[in-house]
């Protein structure tokens, strides 16, 4: 049973048709051509499909789109302002940190927000606040190297 | 998975065995049975739902009886899948009758039991507490049909 | 394509009555989804295909946590995990809640999971469940026939099975009122960060002015088919300091009452083992956030 839907991503409105049990990921992949956002487990686990919603990251594949109208959703594409990459972008570049760069996203999204609540992490706290994002490339070390390069250059 | 269980119940070994053998009976006593039907001369098709909390799969089963001795021993080969064939379960039980000295007749059942597909999910350990609890159900179920029927004869 | 066929509809009522008629209409196969982190997941793995999905989201009642003039809290069904976490109104014994919230799954997920969805999934590894044992807490339930208040104990049956009738949703969980001198731990171990427990412990204490414990509940997870309260050693631990000696002796009452599975994330054998260190764990950090008090 497909519905319309008005989803506002990255602070663009789009009205889309999908089904009831149409996950966000699937909308945002599949209809709005945003694949920055990637599907690892689909199931909640991996981290790859994060997204912010309202600023929170959260699972866009645990995410009904019938269920989130009204909510303003960032991905990684929408990160940027005016074309100039935010400070955890330019750190995870600096670093290295990008090896297949399937967990990037998530990462970046992630780490986005927590650098927005606290701008003076330890690495502990970095490694917490990233503990629900998987690198299968086991690259955390530069990744964590990063998110602290970026507090210290005093962004998010 | 084996599954091993025992009780008695208060009623002859005759009466248990003819419920025991009586499908119509059974669905009652069945866990999320729905339906039995005849499909030949000791083979039958049965409908059982079987719910792990959200998840619900719905067996068509095959059931055969293989081997038995009248009022003492019976032996069972069941098979089913659900439509989709998402999971499958296949069974071979033994259910033995034994004569209580005070009366009542034992019912002792075994079963081993292989589950693939979704509910597979679950692991064996899992699955094993879940069938204990259909056991269970089970073992209500019937005791009171078997001693009810009793008292109204 | 991953994109379902099923002829699912999706209702977004504005109240908890209408919420319960939606549901009701569907039949059993309808589903109430509020933050998504369990029930999409099983979607996502086709083992559950609602026929009508009943969002929660719109319905203002289950968004909050009150804290009642009689001083008990009442936490909302869709309260998320990570507001419970950070939740101002849990004091003392209720930080057990709390601190069960703070350590389900990893922050995204605490973002979107929430109570009530947690706890009518009643998965046997989940952290609310222990914790809301130890805290007495009550699960208010609405149905077809109005609503109604049980115990978190009689809540849960055990292996994915709750007091739930069809048709029932949770609305809220009521904590209730505790003393400022009790005190509340949860305990978890777990293979990875962000796992279900492998084991869990959740105590909630009080104590006399002489340090000597007047009332304790406690409650293991992850160790059945959902929490096991063991009144036995409440009892033997009620009376003492919490000496090492008491603890030791607890907690084989403890491990009599266990009825723990092998599975990927641990053997029976193995959980049996860890829980008395579980719980000698949550006493020594109960100790340490009691002291600077003292």
């Known amino acids: 049973m497909s519905q319309p839907v008005t989803l506002t991503v990255n602070g663009k409105t789009s009205d889309v048709s999908c089904g009831a049990t149409t996950t966000l990921l699937t909308v945002l992949r599949d209809t709005l051509a945003l694949t920055g956002s990637k599907r690892g487990c689909n199931q909640g686990v991996c981290g790859a499909c994060t997204v912010l919603v309202d600023g929170a990251p959260m699972r866009s594949c645990l995410t009904l789109a019938a269920n989130i109208e009204g909510q303003n959703i960032t991905t990684i594409e929408g990160l940027p302002e005016g074309g100039d990459l935010k400070p955890i972008q330019q750190a995870i570049i600096d670093s290295d940190a990008v090896q297949c760069g399937f967990c990037t996203s998530g990462m970046i999204l992630t780490a986005h927000e927590f650098l927005q609540r606290n701008s003076n992490p330890s690495i502990d706290e970095i490694r917490t606040a990233l503990s629900g994002n998987i690198c299968r490339c086991s690259g955390y070390r530069k990744i964590v190297d990063a998110v602290a390069l970026a507090a210290s250059r005093g962004g998010a | 998975m084996q599954i091993e269980q025992s009780f008695t119940v208060d009623a002859p070994r005759s009466r248990v065995w003819t419920l025991i053998r009586d499908p119509e009976q059974m669905i009652a006593c069945v866990p999320g049975c729905e339906s039995i039907e005849e499909t030949g001369p000791d083979t039958y098709r049965a409908a059982v739902t079987v719910s792990v909390g959200p998840i619900k799969a719905r067996f068509s089963m095959a059931i055969a009886v293989i081997e038995e001795t009248v009022m003492e021993y019976v032996r069972t080969e069941s098979k089913g899948e659900e439509g989709s064939r998402a999971s499958i379960v296949q069974a071979i039980s033994d259910m033995r009758l034994t004569d209580m000295p005070e009366g009542g007749t034992e019912i002792h059942y075994s079963s081993t039991v292989e589950i693939s597909g979704r509910l597979g999910r679950y692991g064996a350990g899992m699955m094993k507490k879940i069938a204990t609890r259909l056991a269970a159900k089970f073992e209500e179920s019937f005791r009171a049909l078997a001693e009810k029927q009793e008292e109204v004869c | 394509m991953l994109t379902s066929m099923t002829k699912t509809d999706f209702q977004k009522p504005k109240t908890v009555e209408e919420a319960v008629t939606l549901l009701k209409e569907a039949g059993d196969d309808a589903r109430p989804i509020s933050g998504g982190a369990t029930l999409v997941a099983l979607m996502n793995a086709r083992l559950v295909q609602p026929s009508r999905l009943v969002s929660l989201s719109a319905i203002d ?234």
Request: charged share 20%.
């Open chain 3, 61 to 294: 009642e289950l968004t909050q946590c009150t804290y009642q003039s009689d001083g008990s809290v009442r936490i909302g069904a869709m309260r998320r995990h990570r507001q419970t976490a950070f939740e101002s109104n849990l004091k003392a014994a209720h930080q057990v809640v709390s601190g069960a919230a703070s350590q389900i799954a990893n922050p995204p997920v605490r973002n979107m999971g929430t109570i009530g969805g947690s706890i009518s999934f009643a998965d046997p590894a989940a952290d609310y469940p222990p914790s809301l044992v130890a805290a007495n807490a009550e699960i208010e339930i609405a149905g077809p026939e109005g609503r109604r208040r049980i115990p978190a104990e009689e809540f849960f049956l055990g292996w994915y099975e709750t007091a739930l009738e069809p048709g029932e949703i949770v609305t809220a969980v009521i904590l209730p009122p505790v003393s400022e001198s009790s005190v509340g731990q949860y305990e978890k171990l777990c293979r990875i960060a962000g796992d279900f427990a492998l084991a869990s412990v959740a105590v909630t204490i009080d104590f006399n002015a002489s340090n000597t414990v007047t009332s304790l509940r406690l409650a293991v997870g992850g160790c059945g088919g959902g929490p096991i309260r063991v009144e036995a050693a409440e009892q033997a631990l009620i009376g003492t300091k919490l000496e090492l000696d008491a603890v030791v002796d607890a907690a084989e009452l403890v491990v009599a009452e266990l009825d723990p599975i092998d599975d990927v994330r641990g053997s029976a054998e193995y959980r049996l083992k860890v829980v008395p260190r579980l719980l000698q764990r949550a006493f020594n950090n109960l100790v340490e956030t009691r002291e600077p008090a003292q």
